[in-house]
């Protein structure tokens, strides 16, 4: 496999007019980190966002970054925090920014921070056949034609190559707390009731984690509340959030979306290594190989009304129906003409 | 060709005879939204349920109508204004609450549920939907959803887009379509996330799954006054500097607080250059620690007084001020021709600054009521058309302000849109490139141009290969308005 390391956004102009003049097959590559999540597929050469990682403008009265979409997370966030910010994805620092947008990664803090479409202000994209082309603008609100930016966003690389965004940052919270408390979904469904304004509500088989973020007091005020309501483990100040990711010490994960009341029953019969997300409705769920569980688990999530792509190790996205695929099939005709883009990779095999 | 007897006697069959109108007073009045632009249309359908929507698509599909989707008519770019034989699409009678669900955080409602009737019917369940536009009262869901509707609390809580789950979508082709998902995630590409800011142009919005928001368990509701402008605006960044985020910073200038008080009683410091409105939210002791910051801000910026609401009357009192200015400006002078850019938080006073003296070169008068926090300024400029030569100095004048914010990096539109108004302002902010990318994601929807045509992109704007004249100003652009709709 051929390897290609552009240093520019003209390096990958060219790579990509030669690859659909040539039609090659072209697969994306940041961070590694989200490989696995999609279909498998075969290309010809791998093209390396790493390069491009400049720090192009950050004013923090602005909360707005821009920055070459194959930074790495973990420099982005070192330069936030110098400024007391952060941009709320929590993926591993040697994600490139560029990785975690078109991967729509999931954050664990999602139930505060939201979607990480909802931080991508400004998208600048190589399509597939070697144009540049912008959407939005770097500013908070925008509504100025259509927002590509959005449809970019967990689109596995199959439209274009994210090389340059602008994100919407915030604040570091002063204070973070995660309260360890136990017993699992029943227990976190009492917690998300009862604490006000918690960041996230992470449930396992056996405990549940409510993370704290915020003022000192208030952090205070809803650790009463948590100790309230449920019976208290341990409180740990500063500590990463989740505190441990047992699903993924399996060979396998899958991360299923459902409604967030159908949780219960996407996870009664689970194999033990999960963590649901109270409130949202994104369950990791460990397995220990690709074999039947895989199947029972997406039969279970379709049946809920929703989806449970694999995002570590084999399995792809699944077979959930696409929705409007004529107009799927329109976009990926017109951003990646010669169809050189990951083929394959996407759901309904775009 | 269209053939408007024809459709109008198929659409009197599927929905009714009353829920079709083809009269001129009628048609008249739905020639038109809030905005300045003026058009025309043939016939006006009222649809009841997604099954008349689709009946209303299907038939103008059938005779060659374009399809304008309307809610209920407040926006401000021209969007919902019909062309020649236009068929009207309006959603005011589709009003249902469909479905509250808060062990899953959402709700479906049908598009012509005004904003307010859903945050006033979900508040006994301890949650709210989060936009909150001023014109909550009347524009309806459907119209927030496809302007990406802002309002006074997104600073915090953020915009229409991040509020929407999912929707049910009448394509062109009328066709339904449920993108999005009632779980977090879903399948394909963010369809969603398209249509929501597409300003009806891809499709009919037939049912909206919005997200539900917690109610904050405590909220401060504080009022400043300042001697300058300058002070003001850079209170707001100096806020934002201290590592707070409030739910709204609304500033109001001295002409704006003028009007305003003497419609809405709000005890507002009428002698002040210019107030904000500072709201912070959360738990008891976040909202104290908040308050704090914001105080501490202001007062480093020479506040003059600080008002803090006591309860919930001389809160509401407050915000009725603020919600009520754009009607308060009538009693300047009968027009008024609203701005919509955002620039940089720490290019508020320079901007300001630059309006009032854009303004005063044209004589006219201009005051600011606006999303400060956002940095999303509505300079408001009014005027009697009536008088000869005023409405194209008013359109000089608005050019100049849209490049005074483009020139410091600043978007064309924050919320409102782009419609007819400012369509050919397009080209000031992207590329040929840029602009065939929107064309090719327009395209993909409808590929046969039947829904609102001539709406946003640019005359010209094709996807695939085109060029075009770039940069036309503003009177350029009122001459530019398709034939057929004029100001
Ligand atoms: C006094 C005043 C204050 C305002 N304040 C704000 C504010 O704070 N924030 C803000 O964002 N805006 C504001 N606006 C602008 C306006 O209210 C918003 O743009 C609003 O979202 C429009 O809603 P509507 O129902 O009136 O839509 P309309 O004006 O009827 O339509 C707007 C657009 O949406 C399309 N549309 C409507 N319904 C559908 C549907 N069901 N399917 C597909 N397309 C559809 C139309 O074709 C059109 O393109 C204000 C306007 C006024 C007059």
Redesign the interface.
């Known amino acids: 496999m051929d390897l290609i390391h552009p240093h520019s956004k003209a390096d990958v102009l060219e790579v990509l007019r030669e690859a659909s003049r040539h039609r090659t097959r072209v697969l994306i590559v940041g961070g590694r980190t989200h490989m696995d999540k999609g279909n498998p597929c075969e290309t010809d050469v791998e093209l390396w966002t790493t390069m491009l990682d400049d720090l192009i403008a950050y004013?923090?009265?602005?909360?707005i970054a821009v920055v070459g979409a194959g930074m790495r997370v973990g420099d982005l966030q070192r330069a936030l925090a110098e400024a007391?910010q952060e941009w709320p994805v929590d993926a591993p620092p040697e994600a490139t920014v560029g990785g975690v947008i078109a991967a729509?990664a999931?954050s664990p803090r999602?139930l505060s921070v939201?979607?990480v479409?909802?931080s991508v202000l400004e998208v600048e994209?190589v399509?597939g056949d070697g144009?540049?082309?912008?959407?939005g603008?770097?500013?908070?609100?925008?509504?100025?034609?259509?927002?590509?930016h959005?449809?970019v966003?967990?689109?596995l690389g199959t439209?274009g190559v994210i090389v340059q965004v602008a994100l919407k940052v915030?604040?570091?919270p002063?204070a973070r707390r995660t309260v360890l408390a136990g017993g699992g979904l029943e227990t976190a469904a009492r917690l998300l009731e009862r604490v006000?304004?918690p960041a996230a509500v992470l449930a396992t088989p056996e405990t549940t984690e409510v993370r704290l973020e915020?003022?000192?007091?208030?952090v205070?005020?809803?650790t009463l509340a948590v100790a309230g309501s449920a019976s208290v483990i341990e409180l740990l100040d500063e500590a990463p959030f989740p505190l441990r990711r047992p699903w993924e010490e399996r060979a396998l994960v899958l991360?299923a979306?459902?409604?967030?009341?159908?949780l219960p029953e996407l996870l009664a019969e689970a194999p033990d290594a999960w963590g649901a997300l109270a409130?949202?409705?994104?369950a990791w769920v460990g397995l220990d190989a690709a074999d039947g569980e895989l199947a029972v688990v997406r039969e279970r999530a379709a049946r809920l009304?929703?989806?449970a792509p694999v995002v570590k190790g084999p399995g792809g996205?699944?077979d959930?129906?696409?929705?409007?695929m004529e107009?799927?099939r329109?976009?990926k005709a017109?951003?990646d003409p010669a169809g050189v883009l990951a083929p394959g990779r996407?759901?309904?095999g775009i | 060709m269209a053939d408007v007897d024809a459709a109008q006697r198929a659409l009197e069959d599927a929905l009714g005879p009353s829920e079709v109108l083809s009269d001129p007073l009628s048609r008249a009045l739905y020639a038109r939204d809030a905005s300045m632009v003026e058009g025309a249309c043939a016939l006006v359908a009222f649809p009841r349920s997604l099954e008349d929507v689709v009946a209303c698509v299907r038939i103008a599909g059938e005779h060659g109508l374009p399809i304008v989707p309307r809610g209920s008519g407040t926006g401000l770019a021209g969007a919902s204004t019909p062309i020649a034989d236009a068929l009207v699409v309006v959603t005011s009678k589709m009003t249902r609450i469909l479905e509250v669900r808060p062990e899953d955080r959402l709700a479906w409602v049908e598009p012509g549920l005004p904003n307010l009737d859903l945050a006033t019917a979900l508040a006994p369940s301890g949650f709210t939907y989060a936009p909150d536009p001023s014109s909550q009262q009347t524009s309806s869901i459907g119209g927030n959803v496809n302007t990406n509707a802002g309002g006074l609390h997104c600073l915090a809580y953020g915009v229409t887009s991040n509020h929407v789950l999912a929707l049910d979508l009448v394509l062109p082709d009328a066709s339904v379509v449920r993108l999005g998902s009632e779980a977090p995630e879903a399948a394909g590409y963010d369809l969603r996330g398209v249509v929501i800011g597409s300003e009806g142009t891809v499709g009919i919005v037939a049912a909206v799954c919005v997200r539900l928001t917690p109610l904050p368990p405590d909220v401060r509701t504080m009022l400043f006054d300042f001697e300058t402008v300058e002070d003001c605006a850079a209170t707001v960044s100096a806020i934002i500097a201290s590592g707070v985020v409030p739910a709204a910073i609304e500033m109001m200038d001295h002409g704006i607080v003028v009007a305003a008080e003497s419609f809405a009683h709000a005890g507002y410091p009428t002698d002040a250059a210019a107030i904000l409105i500072v709201e912070v939210d959360g738990t008891p002791a976040s909202v104290r620690a908040q308050s704090e910051a914001v105080e501490r801000a202001a007062r480093e910026h020479r506040v003059r007084s600080v008002r803090v609401a006591r309860d919930e009357a001389e809160r509401g009192l407050i915000w009725k001020g603020r919600k009520s200015a754009f009607g308060a400006v009538a009693q300047i002078a009968p027009h008024y021709h609203l701005h919509d850019c955002v620039v940089p938080r720490s290019s508020l006073a320079r901007v300001l600054a630059g309006v009032y003296e854009i303004a005063a070169r044209h004589g006219l008068v201009v005051t600011n009521v606006f999303h400060a926090g956002d940095g999303n300024l509505h300079p408001l400029l009014s005027f009697d058309r009536r008088v000869p030569g005023t409405l194209e100095r008013v359109l000089r004048a608005s050019d100049e302000i849209v490049r005074l914010c483009i020139s410091v990096g600043g978007a064309l539109s924050g919320e409102h849109g782009i419609g007819l108004e400012k369509r050919e302002f397009m080209p000031l902010v992207f590329t040929d490139d840029d602009l065939a990318a929107q064309a090719c994601v327009r395209t993909a929807f409808d590929p046969d141009g039947r829904m609102n045509p001539h709406k946003v992109l640019p005359e010209g704007a094709r996807c695939g290969d085109f060029a075009m004249a770039r940069g036309a100003d503003a009177a350029g652009a009122a001459a530019s308005l398709p034939e057929g709709s004029w100001i």
Do not use: C
Not at chain 1, 137 to 148: H, S
Not at chain 1, 214 to 218: L, T
Not at chain 1, 320 to 324: Q, T
């Open positions: 004013e923090p009265a602005e909360m007391d729509a999931v999602r939201g979607a479409r909802d994209l399509t144009r540049l082309v912008r959407s603008a770097r500013t908070v609100k925008n509504v100025t034609g259509y927002d590509l959005k449809l966003t967990g689109s439209l915030r604040p570091r002063q006000p304004l915020g003022w000192g007091e208030q205070e005020e809803q991360e979306a459902v409604p967030p009341s159908r409130g949202v409705g994104i009304g929703g989806i996205l699944g959930a129906p696409v929705p409007a107009v799927h329109r976009l017109s951003f996407f759901w309904g």
